[in-house]
């Protein structure tokens, strides 16, 4: 079972950025290579919900929310994946999840303040 831990959440004003990471720590290369990663997030009363994926040939995917504002990158030999988060809005907030088939990290908070 992987280990996925997520990193990077904080504080922000509106407009700001953040960057997080998320690595999969116990994963040899080649696992990591062969998986779609993912971003998902949660805010306070609402499903969870999907924000971005990558292939291992660094195909990304968007929520239609987030496009323009979000890019999704990894770095395979270093069994990381990275949201960069821009222009942040108060709805963005929320609990932010890594994620690839049923494995799931414990999550990085992400605020926004307006």
């Known amino acids: 079972q992987a280990q996925l831990v997520e990193s990077g959440g904080g504080l922000v004003q509106a407009g700001g950025s953040l960057r997080l990471s998320c690595v999969a720590s116990?994963?040899?290369?080649?696992?990591?290579?062969?998986?779609?990663m993912n971003w998902y997030r949660q805010a306070p009363g609402n499903e969870r919900e999907f924000v971005a994926s990558?292939?291992?040939?660094?195909?990304?995917n968007y929520a239609d929310s987030v496009k323009g504002r979000f890019t999704i990158s990894r770095d395979n030999s270093k069994k990381r994946i990275f949201l960069q988060m821009n222009d942040l809005k108060p709805e963005d907030t929320g609990v932010y999840y890594c994620?690839?088939?049923?494995?799931w990290g414990q999550g990085t908070q992400v605020t926004v303040s307006s």
């Open positions: 994620n690839r088939g049923g494995d």
């Open positions: 116990r994963d040899i290369l080649s696992t990591f290579n062969s998986y779609v």
């Open positions: 990558i292939t291992r040939t660094h195909t990304a």
